[in-house]
C-alpha cells in the first residue's frame, strides 16, 4: 500500500480555501477564504461547524460546499493520523506507514512519537481503515452535490496544520510542511519565464476548480476500494508474527516475541526469522466477499470520474495556478508539462484498466506457454477467495480466474510507460 507526496499533496491540495466573494464562506481575514483561517489554526471542527451554518442559511451555494469539503477531507486525515498516533506505531514505520492501499496519502507522513501508547489488536487497525471509508464516503457525498462550474478554490496548502496527538496545540510536526519535509525545498514559480524567482512552500497557492472535484471523488473511490479489500480479509496469522515489528505494545499470539525488545529490535538472525515467518503467515481468509465486490465498483468510479475530470480540465480556457492542467495551462506546484498525447494516451489507459477490471481483457498468467490464457479479474472480484500470497506467485492460486480470450497487450502497457518516461504510475498518482 504505498502512498506519496503526489499523493497527500494531491489530495490535500485537492480543497482548498474559496475565493470568489460572491461566498459568505469566502470572505475572511486580509481577504483570504474563511475556512483557511480554521485549516492554519488546526480547528477542523469549528469550521465544519461555521460552514454548516453558512449552508443551513445558503444551501445552493457551491462554493461555500466545496469549504465544507476541505474541512471533511482534513479532518479524515487527521483522525486517520491520530488514530494511529493513539495505536504507537514504532517511529521507524511511522514514517511510512502502510495499510494494505496501493496508494495513500499516509505513506509519509511523519507522526509525533507516543511515549505512551494504547495495547494495539488487529480490530484497532480494522476500526482505523473503517474509520477513514467513513469519512471519505461522508466527503464524496459533499463533493457531488457541487454543480457549478464557477467555483475555485486558491490554497495555501503547506500552511495548514492538524492536531495529531490531540493535546489542543499545534506542535512543530503537525503541519503538512513537516509531515511531507523531505520532498519540499523552494520551487520555482510557474510564472517567471527565467525560473530564476524561488518561493517557499507554504507561499504557493494552488487554485482548484470544477474539474478537480472530479479529481479528488476519483482518489476519494479509489481508497475506498483499497480499504474495502482490506478489510474483506483476515490479517491474523500475519499479524501475530510480524505485529511487534511495527507497534510498541501489540496484542499478538506469541508473547515471546515481545520479550525481545530489551535486546532490542536489531538483531539480524531475529528479523530474518520474522521476515520468513512472515512470508509464510501471507494467508489471508475471505471475512466479507461483499466488500470484495464493494471495491469493484469503487475501482470503476475512479476510472468514471478520470473520464470526466479530463473533459472537464480540457475545456477550460483560463491558466490560474493549476492543479492539474491541461496542455496549455501550467501547473501551480511542478514544471512538469502535460501534452496532448499524454492526455490521448492516459485515457486509452483508462480504456485498458476498464476492459481489464470487467473481464474484457485478461491479465497475463506468467505460468506455461498458452499466450492466449490469463486471468479473469472480474472474476477474482464477483468470485472472491482466500489469499495466499505465495501461491499467488506460484501461480496455483490463479487457477480459478484462469480462462482463455483477449490478453492484454504487453507492447500498450510498454507504449503507455513510454509515453510517460517511464514514469506511468507515478503520474497516476497526480493525474488520476
Partial sequence: MNLSLHGLVALAVLLGSVCPASSLAQTGRNGAPLVEA??????????????????????????????????????????????????????????SFEIGLPWNPFQNMSLPDNPNPQVVQLQDLHRLVQRMIDDLAQLDTTLAQIKSNDVKLPLRLFRFNLDINQDGRIGPAEN??????????????????????????????????????????????????????????????????????????PDIKYKFLLEEEKAGLQDINHQVLDLIASIHNARFPLKHADRVKKAQQHFKQTIAHSRIMWKLVNSETDNDREWLPSASQQAAITNIRITGRMTNTWGEFLDECQAILEGKKLIPFWRGKQADRGINLDKFFTNPREIDVVLWFHGAAALPYLETGEVTSESDWNRFQQEFGGELFGFAMWIN
Avoid: C
Fill in 38 to 95: 480554521y485549516l492554519v489554526s488546526g480547528k477542523l471542527s469549528d469550521g465544519e461547524k461555521k460552514i454548516r451554518e453558512l449552508l443551513k442559511e445558503r444551501p445552493e451555494d457551491d462554493q461555500a460546499r466545496m469549504s465544507l469539503a476541505v474541512l471533511q477531507f482534513f479532518q479524515m486525515i487527521e483522525h486517520f493520523g491520530q488514530g494511529l498516533y493513539e495505536l504507537g506505531p514504532r517511529q521507524e514505520f511511522a514514517g
Fill in 176 to 249: 503538512l510542511k513537516s509531515f511531507y519535509g523531505q520532498y519540499l525545498g523552494d520551487f520555482p514559480d510557474g510564472r517567471d519565464a527565467n525560473r530564476a524567482r524561488r518561493r517557499r512552500p507554504e507561499d504557493i497557492v494552488v487554485v482548484f476548480d470544477r474539474a478537480d472535484v472530479e479529481w479528488l471523488r476519483g482518489y476519494s473511490s479509489l481508497l475506498r476500494g483499497a480499504g474495502e479489500l482490506f478489510l474483506a480479509y483476515d490479517q491474523t496469522e500475519l499479524w501475530d508474527v510480524i505485529a511487534s515489528r511495527t507497534f510498541k505494545k
